[in-house]
């Protein structure tokens, strides 16, 4: 964790010290300023919804210069963006999510949104949840952008006609309805061999397997007691037995062509979080009709959150109205609305009508008022949103280790459990 934290607090220092020299004073061509917007929304569906912020600026005679870098889960634009800091010259926003918003605040990089918050009424259209997160010290210095819930199961449905199977709600159940789709000579599992993809699936199987205060123990509060416990190994078995029911082309595949296996009858099923709507979407496929999206096995009661955000860091005066008014449209209504239905998510403002939303995002957002109310809401750990990015590096490292190996369910929770007590 220190050693982070140290690494990067050196690169930040250089990065504020080659700012105020002007060497990150970038060109801006527009008369009312430019953005430069880092991002990894680079699939068909998440093309669509970062289309609709580029619109809205430039309707307001601003200019956007796309930094998209792909890569799911964002793990190559956070290197990017590191380097780009190193290099004195941060784009004017950055998709950073969660814990890691704090590090970058403890900078003094990020711009004072205080003002736009003020005149916008944040503090009272955003969850006071979401709030804090994007709040440095007290004050605004990122803008959230939706909800995802990542606790979900895609199903083409005429893959499970074909088979005779059923849609699963247990683990049980997966595993009968796998082997029926295997024996009708189609891929159970539609999966996407990157860590953080795997990751994701692990989390989800926590979720469901545990319940959700062991999810809080083992994957918010990092506890290496129980991350060693007989749950976990239980959790380790039946993502091994999950494994059993997936491809061979499954290696370093994209999440996005993993949904694609799905949507063309290939697959039965895909764990991901709702992102992978925005794909069945930009394909003009319908909810209960072309494909089913379901809670994945024993988590209908839970909602595991990953909340996107762009952090906005100090840009030369020019540019300031430019950056000011891209985070004031991402919290307004037709952002919100445009937006989220084209990536899959729920609006982060509240009071938004659910009639211009689809059946699973109805669902998403009755059941994140629900579980916010039970306890049951939750932190996406593989979306950074639950642990600092050391602890997160252990566990998916683990995951991953596990899932390319033929580690026991034994030894890969004792392993997750030395791997966090040793950043921790
Ligand atoms: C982000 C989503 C994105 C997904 C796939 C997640 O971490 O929150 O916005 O669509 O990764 O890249």
């Not at 129980?226 to 190994?233: D, G, I, P, R």
């Not at 009709?289 to 030369?316: E, H």
């Not at 950074?384 to 997160?392: G, L, R, Y």
């Amino acid at each position: 964790m220190k050693r982070i934290i140290t690494s990067l607090i050196c690169l930040l220092m250089f990065a504020s010290f080659a700012f105020a020299t002007g060497q990150g004073d970038g060109t801006s061509a527009a008369k009312g300023g430019e953005v430069e917007v880092l991002h990894w929304w680079t699939s068909g569906g998440e093309a669509a919804a970062v289309a609709v912020l580029k619109q809205l600026l430039e309707a307001e005679g601003y200019t956007w210069k796309d930094f998209a870098v792909a890569g799911g889960g964002g793990d190559n634009a956070m290197t990017v963006l590191k380097s780009r800091a190193l290099a004195g010259n941060p784009p004017a926003a950055a998709q950073v999510k969660g814990p890691q918003i704090q590090l970058w605040g403890d900078e003094g990089v990020l711009t004072n949104l205080n003002d736009v918050a003020k005149a916008e009424d944040w503090d009272n259209l955003l969850p006071k949840v979401v709030a804090d997160v994007m709040k440095y010290k007290g004050n605004y210095v990122a803008v959230p952008v939706n909800v995802h819930r990542i606790n979900w199961m895609w199903c083409n449905p005429a893959v499970f006609k074909k088979a005779g199977a059923t849609i699963p709600k247990t683990w049980e159940e997966f595993e009968a309805a796998a082997k029926k789709i295997k024996a009708a000579g189609l891929i159970p599992v539609a999966w996407g061999g990157q860590p953080w993809q795997e990751a994701t699936v692990f989390e989800i199987i926590v979720a469901g397997v545990g319940g959700t205060d062991f999810y809080k123990k083992a994957l918010v509060d990092a506890d290496v007691n129980t991350l060693k416990s007989a749950t976990m190994v239980k959790v380790f078995k039946t993502l091994r037995m999950v494994l059993q029911y997936i491809d061979p082309g499954a290696p370093n595949r994209d999440w996005n062509l993993a949904t694609s296996m799905v949507i063309n009858g290939e697959a039965g099923m895909q764990f991901m979080g709702d992102w992978a709507k925005g794909e069945f979407t930009a394909a003009k496929k319908a909810p209960d009709k072309d494909y089913i999206a379901a809670t994945a096995p024993q988590t209908s009661k839970q909602f595991i959150f990953n909340i996107d955000s762009f952090i906005m860091f100090n840009v030369a005066d020019k540019d300031k109205n430019a950056q000011k008014a891209m985070a004031r449209l991402i919290v307004q209504p037709k952002f919100q609305e445009v937006f989220n239905i084209n990536k899959g998510s729920i609006p982060v403002r509240l009071g938004m009508s659910e009639e211009p939303f689809d059946i699973p995002a109805r669902l998403a957002m009755k059941d994140f008022v629900a579980t916010s109310k039970s306890g049951d809401l939750v932190p996406s750990m593989a979306h950074e949103m639950a642990v600092m990015p050391d602890i997160k590096g252990a566990m998916v490292d683990t995951v991953t280790n596990f899932c390319n190996s033929d580690m026991s369910a034994e030894d890969a929770a004792a392993q997750l459990a030395s791997a966090v007590a040793a950043v921790k």
